[in-house]
């Protein structure tokens, strides 16, 4: 049984930095892309930052140069971190991976719970 646990959430003051972590288990974790995502209240889930098997990283133009994603495989763990934070950045953070991780998430085989990042200004 695959799961992906996020962790790192919570309140946060602006320009504040953080970061997130997903541990991953029941799935060949140094082989798939893995990325990360959210979803603002009211609106839908988008593409934060890919990392492929690879290393090679992606980002959403709006995630370029304050998001960073990175991994540990002897971990299991994909972390994203965040500076600079924004209130706009107020949004729940999943998780993805296995399946065909990319912007298009219907593609996108297993999620995490989410975990909440709020900012306040």
């Known amino acids: 049984q695959v799961q992906l646990v996020e962790s790192g959430g919570g309140l946060v003051q602006a320009g504040e930095s953080l970061r997130l972590s997903c541990v991953a288990s029941g799935m060949d974790f140094d082989n798939e892309a893995m990325g990360w995502y959210r979803q603002i209240l009211g609106g839908q889930r988008e593409m934060v930052a890919v990392?492929?098997?690879?290393?090679?990283?992606i980002y959403e133009d709006f995630a370029k140069g304050r998001f960073s994603i990175s991994r540990d495989n002897a971990k299991r763990t994909v972390y994203l971190d965040v500076s600079s934070l924004k209130p706009e950045d107020t949004a729940v953070y999943y998780c993805?991976?296995?399946?065909?991780?990319?912007?298009?998430?219907?593609?996108?085989?297993?999620w995490g719970q989410g975990t909440q990042v709020t900012v306040s200004s």
């Open positions: 993805g991976g296995g399946g065909s991780v990319g912007p298009q998430t219907a593609l996108v085989r297993y």
């Open positions: 990392i492929t098997r690879r290393f090679i990283t």
